[in-house]
């Protein structure tokens, strides 16, 4: 405080010198003017250590904040609090602090001081992702569904390519098979779909579906769905098939969601066959989703396959990462058929999407792989090995709220039966339309299926129209 107080005289004498200049020499003046730079000097020195205790705070809080961070992830919540209230305590407009500590309380189903803070961090910056993907997610896990289909659409005119609110949007306005944790209590959505393949081996599909689910409690929901084909090729007449289940999903907690459906299939001769299917999904972390189960279900692509009332049985497991810069997703199935044939598949994709407010660019890659222990001709497509490699390139935009549309492409090459590598390709485009609580989806495909004998070309056209009362 000396030092600070005797420059303050110098400033002041070198005022003074300045105003009596006429009547004092040249070496005053001098003398006066190496006096008033030895002060600045000192007040610099003096300056010096403050600066080097605030970059030392700095140093010190992102150090507790990264702690804060590790100490969530091994669910030791209480000592992640207990840093960033720390930091919190001499710097309490810390962000990255603000919404770790949100995110901590969330965890900790304390809603209403998350929630608070998740608010204030978006009323001083409303695009900020982070803090409006957390506040949607606890409106979801309170069952405030309303609350949260608002802070979505907020949250996407802020932030349009978002992956993550992009999901949200997916799961909570399509309409389409609602986690239970999506779904408020009493709240009913249902949903009615079509969809017609052909290929170039003159099978063809159409097939209707019908959905509805209803939240039970918000950690539970339910749902039925009906779905009816009929089938035919340019030789044959039709056959119809159709199948009915019912099921539950439960989340016991914010890691784990349980699933469960049963029903029945009928097939053109009028036999019915029990068809069912258990799934456990775990999601450690809010960007990653681990998933498997097991299930049986009915095997009728095509006409010829719907006349053996083929049935498949069998694992499957599935990964969905999804860090701020790429998307990964891995699948992988084993299951044998009611006609004694076995089959194995596998499946990857890496796909990164650029950032923008209307328009996002993505490119990446696909791998498949498919095994048959043999081919029996059955008209379900089992060539007895099928690889492929596929780059892919996509564009996916938007027109204000209502309507989104993602167009991808893929190229590559394919193997079939141990063969070489030839060209391959697909392309898939997808659109949605939202007013009000109606969702409205239109989708087609340009895709190769494939026989040991070879690929076919094939196009697929579906749409559905949902509703959330």
Not at 31 to 50: I, K, R, W, Y
Request: glycine share 10%.
């Amino acid at each position: 405080m000396s030092v600070m107080l005797n420059t303050g005289r110098f400033k002041h004498l070198g005022v003074g010198v300045a105003v009596l200049g006429a009547a004092l020499s040249q070496g005053c003046i001098s003398a006066s003017a190496e006096q008033a730079t030895n002060a600045d000097d000192h007040t610099q020195a003096a300056a010096q250590p403050s600066q080097n205790e605030a970059e030392r705070i700095s140093n010190e809080d992102s150090r507790k904040i990264q702690e804060a961070h590790q100490c969530a992830r091994e669910r030791r919540d209480g000592q992640a609090l207990k840093l960033l209230h720390e930091v919190l305590a001499h710097d309490p407009s810390n962000r990255e602090a603000r919404i770790q500590m949100a995110l901590i309380l969330g965890y900790r189903e304390d809603y209403g001081n998350s929630d608070r803070m998740y608010r204030t961090l978006l009323a001083e910056d409303p695009t900020d992702e982070a803090a409006a993907v957390g506040l949607i997610h606890n409106l979801i896990q309170e069952g405030r569904y309303d609350q949260a289909r608002a802070e979505l659409r907020e949250a996407l005119a802020h932030n349009p390519n978002s992956i993550l609110l992009q999901d949200y949007s997916d799961q909570l306005q399509s309409g389409r098979r609602v986690p239970a944790t999506y779904m408020e209590a009493h709240k009913v959505s249902v949903e009615a779909g079509g969809s017609y393949f052909s290929d170039s081996a003159g099978n063809r599909v159409i097939e209707a579906t019908q959905a509805a689910q209803y939240g039970v409690i918000p950690s539970v929901s339910s749902r039925l769905r009906m779905n009816e084909q009929k089938l035919w090729n340019q030789t044959s007449g039709t056959a119809n098939v159709l199948a009915g289940t019912g099921g539950l999903e439960v989340r016991p907690n914010r890691f784990l969601s349980i699933d469960a459906d049963g029903g029945v299939v009928r097939f053109p001769d009028l036999r019915n066959r029990s068809i069912y299917a258990g799934d456990v999904a775990f999601r450690p972390y809010p960007t990653l989703l681990l998933s498997g189960g097991f299930s049986r279900f009915p095997m009728s692509p095509t006409y010829d396959a719907s006349q053996f009332d083929l049935l498949g049985e069998g694992w499957h497991a599935g990964l969905d990462w999804r860090p701020s810069f790429v998307r990964i997703h891995g699948s992988f199935s084993k299951a044998h058929y009611s006609d004694g044939n076995r089959a194995e598949s596998e499946r990857a994709e890496v796909i990164h999407w650029t950032r923008g407010s209307t328009i996002a660019i993505g490119a990446g890659y696909e791998f498949s792989h498919s095994h048959f222990l043999f081919d029996p001709l059955h008209g379900y497509f089992s060539p007895d090995q099928y690889r492929r490699h596929l780059g892919e390139f996509g564009i996916r935009f938007k027109i204000g709220n209502a309507f989104r549309a993602e167009y991808l492409g893929r190229g590559g090459a394919e193997s079939i039966s141990n063969g070489g590598f030839t060209p391959a390709g697909e392309v898939r485009l997808k659109h949605r339309f939202f007013i009000g609580q109606w969702a409205f989806g239109l989708d087609y495909s340009r895709l190769q299926v494939t026989q040991s004998t070879g690929a076919f070309a094939a196009s697929a056209i579906s749409g559905f129209l949902g509703y959330d009362f």
